[in-house]
């Protein structure tokens, strides 16, 4: 079965510093990755995702994420944090099979103070 | 990118009723939707997957009878939660899915609020 780990439930950062988002996973083969955002009241917003290819993958707002399989791990990053990056962080897996549902960690809530 | 809305963004009904949530791909047809409930501060929990023209799947622990899916068409899926109770108050969101790609686009969401 699919699973999905994000350990910290809260990250806070300064304006303007490097950020990174935790993610591990696990899956019985070639794991599809996904992270979306979600802000307040809203429904989620495509990031990125890691289906082959190159193990760091570049998505939206500056976001880019780097898929670790040794690690199982697909951590989320950004050189320099903003404030409107404050935002609620899943990390999704999905296993082989096209048109299936995906599975969510729980979320890592993101601060960014000014 | 792809679009997915769902109507209505809110809504408070009584104890018993039954409430209609539609999500609708506007620019994409969808052979696939996905309906979750996300609890306060939490991660989302998968409901069912709607295919168009045919049952829906539930996951385990989720009444069918209770939330009804229906996909009727390529670009539209409604959840009617039926004889609402306040334990069913969440934010319900629905996910879609183009064929053969591997993307999922979320709507808004819906916060239901039954008193």
């Known amino acids: 079965a699919q699973s999905v780990a994000q350990p910290e439930d809260q990250v806070n950062v300064a304006e303007g510093n490097p950020l990174t988002v935790k993610c591990t996973y696990s899956v019985s083969g070639n794991p599809y990755l996904f992270w979306y955002v979600q802000y307040p009241n809203r429904g989620l917003q495509f990031l990125l995702k890691?289906?082959?290819?190159?193990?760091l993958v570049k998505g939206s707002y500056g976001f880019e994420a780097e898929f670790n399989k040794s690690q199982t791990s697909f951590h989320l990053k950004k050189p320099s944090a903003l404030v409107s990056d404050s935002a609620l962080y899943f990390c999704?897996?999905?296993?082989?099979?096209?048109?299936?549902?995906?599975?969510f960690g729980k979320g890592t809530t993101l601060s960014v103070s000014s | 990118g792809a679009v997915v809305s769902q109507h209505p963004s809110r809504v408070i009904c009584k104890s018993g009723t039954s409430v209609k949530i539609e999500c609708r791909s506007l620019?994409?047809?969808?052979?696939?939707m996905f309906w979750y409930r996300q609890f306060p501060k939490k991660s989302l929990m998968l409901m069912a997957t709607?295919?168009?023209?045919?049952?829906?799947?539930?996951e385990q622990g989720v009444e069918k009878d209770k939330f009804l899916i229906n996909h009727a068409s390529l670009t539209l899926s409604t959840l009617t939660v039926t004889s609402a109770h306040p334990e069913d108050s969440s934010f319900y969101i629905c996910s879609a899915i183009l064929a053969y790609q591997e993307t999922q686009y979320f709507g808004p969401g819906t916060r239901l609020l039954v008193l």
């Open positions: 890691y289906i082959t290819g190159d193990n």
């Open positions: 999704a897996v999905r296993g082989n099979q096209a048109g299936t549902a995906l599975i």
């Open positions: 709607s295919n168009e023209g045919s049952k829906a799947t539930y």
């Open positions: 620019d994409f047809q969808a052979t696939t």
